[in-house]
Structures are given as C-alpha cells and as structure tokens.
C-alpha cells in the first residue's frame, strides 16, 4: 500500500503582515500611544524631542516655550492602557526590570503621562505628586480623585 504525501506547507507569504498577522502586544500598543502623544502634545503647542534608542528613562522631552527665564524642558514617560477593569484603568506608573517593579525618580522623569486610549484623553502627573499606583476612570464617569489631572497640559506651561 502506497503512503499518502500530504500537501506542501505554504509558507506564509512575503511582504507586509495583515493586520490580523500583527497582533496589538503590549509594545506596539506602546508604541502607537506615543505617535498619538506626540500629535497631541504639539497640536497643545509644545516642541517635542524624542531621544535616540530607548535607554533613558524617559520617552519624550517636551519643549515649553515663554517662561520668564527661558524655554523649559520637561522629560516625560508614557504609559497607556486600554483595559478597563471594574470601571477604571489601572496603570502602574513605574518601570520593570528582571521582575522587579522600581517607580521613576524626580532625578530620572518630570512628568508620568498616562493615555487612556478607548478616551484619547492624558492624565498629567508631576513625577513629585504620582502615586505608586493608579486608578482612572473614564471619560463618561469624570467623578474620579484624579480628575484634576485629565489633560493638565497647564502643569507643563509658564504661569498666566
């Protein structure tokens, strides 16, 4: 009796994936979260610096201009989410590093800014005033203890 061959493999063709093909992991949601800060944080009319490679602590340097003294730089750290769990998002504004969670350091970043993506809004934390974890709720239920921080651009602008 003659073995059955079964049919070739395909490979998967070459060229660019299909969106189902390139699946929304962590980083590429990451990474879409901070082209939409950066549009954002210009359309506010901030300059925007992004350093190269991804060794410092902080994503962006935003550039903020009429100060009495003279432009400032504020070093920032994005971080977004899009689960809302029991009516808010949970977002830990710290770093991981071979399993260990270390928060951000006054030395290292100025501001946490967190995305909430389902909302496209920002909440705006000075590093001084963030707290180890956050609860935000969204757009449509403003009642939380951080809504005084929902799109604070003014904290990184000259007093008027």
Known sequence: MRKRSSPP?????PGPKTARQQELNTKRLGELSELAFAYKAASEGFGIAKPYGDSERFDFILISRGWPEGDKLWRVQIKCTASLI??????????????????????????????????????????????????????????????????????MRPPK
């Open 9 to 13: 493999r395909r490979l998967p063709a």
């Open 86 to 155: 029991n009516g808010v998002y949970h977002v830990s504004p710290a770093r991981h590093s071979c399993g260990s969670v270390i928060p951000y350091l006054p030395t290292e970043i100025d501001f946490v800014i967190v995305h909430i993506i389902p909302d496209d809004s920002y909440f705006i934390f000075p590093i001084r005033e963030t707290p180890t974890c956050l609860a935000l709720r969204p757009k449509a239920h403003p009642r939380g203890i951080h809504e005084p921080n929902r799109e604070a651009w003014d904290l």
